[in-house]
């Protein structure tokens, strides 16, 4: 579901669509990325 909404937000960007919230939309991307790669480190042992 992230990636269809991270998509659609990038098309809208590219296209000069998102005049509101893409601050927020990347903030929350930065958290859910963090979070995930968090979860692959701590699945390998890494962290």
């Known amino acids: 579901m992230w990636h269809l909404l991270d998509a ?6 590219d296209r ?6 893409a601050y927020v ?11 995930e790669a968090r979860a692959v480190l701590k699945a390998s042992g890494l962290l």
């Open 8 to 13: 659609g937000v990038r098309r809208s960007l």
């Open 25 to 35: 939309l990347q903030e929350l991307a930065d958290r859910i990325d963090g979070h």
């Open 16 to 21: 000069g669509t998102l005049r509101h919230g």
